[in-house]
């Protein structure tokens, strides 16, 4: 056979070109020059494979489609070339209500509109990673379709994924809530770290634009608030809970000058800022005498696991591998050669235990009714001597 034969050209214009019309148990292949299944449809499996006649990254018995697959790069690109604004690249995801092909049929809430999986192999099968999905949220009607995104990740020791953040159809952003109910809603707390070494950089920036003020930050307990970060165009205000209506057995005569004085105003400088000394008091000092002064416990520690300290020994990160704290000392390059900057200090170090101290706070504004109560004692028992 000749090299003109096997690139014979072959004229199908204006005829339709069927192959296995008898839909017998058949697979058609092409090769390319350097791969023997450039292009494979299994007729048996009802699938067209890109790169490999294996479907070997399919799990649980689906067969997809199309399976596409390489031994450096296993990816499809899409790429358009138009100066319309319109026209883009798209990878269409499409769900009906109905089992026929080409017939509509509306979608019922929470049904699973489509979804990108992220596997790896663990030695025996490709075991679930992570999925970003679509779902119906709401009831769908006539050109109405509530969507939501879900975004899950597999926990260290588990082989399934777990909603970890999700966008409803209402544009609210839930982080380890399924139900926002605030255009960001997190549930179990939240680390925020600025990096910025400038004075004027800020971790949060709350820009207030009602001229008569708003609350910037709220704080709630049991349905109720207790506190709250308010702003006005010229001034901030930090508040805790006062009303009457919330208090009972309300006292005015008791002796502060007594308390007072147990008070130790000392001098000192914290060790991380060793030129600054200031004012103020020793949290454990205070604490049978203002209790609701102090937070925490004289002395207490915690325990972190798999922590990444600092060079004061301070803890920066928790459940991180040593082999991960290792990486992620040194710069590294992306996949498009970019350089990234080392996620941790090269001076860090790792511990797979160790107890760190938990400090002591003090609220300095619950020492303010002692202040005033004592004044206002002082005042009379002055007012007695300039009477006598």
């Known amino acids: 056979m000749t090299r003109a034969r096997d690139l014979a050209k072959f004229n199908l214009d204006g005829q339709a070109v069927t192959i296995n019309e008898s839909s017998a148990d058949l697979d058609f292949r092409v090769e390319s020059n350097g791969n023997a299944n450039m292009l494979f449809v299994d007729g048996g499996n009802d699938t067209v494979n890109i790169g490999s006649a294996d479907q070997g990254a399919v799990r649980l018995g689906q067969n997809l489609n199309m399976v596409v697959t390489g031994d450096t790069f296993g990816g499809i690109a899409l790429t358009t070339y138009s100066t319309t ?42 075991v679930d990673g992570a999925e970003i999905r679509a779902s119906v949220d709401g009831t769908p009607g006539g050109n109405d379709m509530p969507t939501r995104l879900t975004f899950s990740t597999t926990a260290d020791g588990a082989n399934s994924v777990t909603e970890r953040m999700r966008i409803d159809a209402a544009g609210d952003v839930g982080i380890g809530t399924s139900d926002p109910v605030a255009p960001l809603h997190v549930v179990g707390g939240g680390l925020f770290v600025n990096t910025l070494t400038a004075n004027t950089s800020s971790a949060f920036h709350f820009s207030n634009t009602v001229s008569g003020g708003a609350y910037r930050v709220r704080f709630d307990a049991n349905s109720n608030t207790v506190g709250s970060i308010g702003v006005t165009t010229s001034g901030t205000a930090f508040n805790t809970s006062s009303d009457y209506r919330l208090k009972e057995n309300v006292v005015t005569d008791w002796d502060a000058t007594s308390r007072l004085k147990q008070l130790k105003p000392s001098r000192f400088n914290f060790k991380e800022d060793a030129d600054t000394t200031v004012d103020g008091f020793l949290a454990h000092e205070v604490s049978s005498i203002v209790p609701e002064a102090i937070s925490g416990t004289k002395d207490e520690t915690r325990t972190v696991t798999k922590g990444v300290f600092n060079s004061s020994g301070n803890p920066i990160a928790e459940g991180i591998k040593e082999e991960d704290w290792k990486a992620g000392k040194l710069a590294t390059k992306d996949a498009e050669d970019n350089d990234v900057a080392a996620i941790y200090p090269s001076d860090s170090t790792w511990s797979a235990s160790k107890d760190v101290p938990v400090y002591q706070g003090i609220d300095q504004s619950k020492l303010v009714p002692l202040l005033v109560k004592t004044i206002q004692e002082l005042e009379t028992r002055i007012k007695t001597l300039e009477d006598a």
């Open 85 to 126: 604004d319109s026209r883009r690249s798209l990878l269409d995801f499409n769900k009906s209500g109905q089992a026929t092909i080409g017939s509509h049929g509306v979608v019922a809430d929470d049904e699973i509109l489509g979804s990108i999986m992220f596997r790896g192999d663990d030695g025996d099968e490709f």
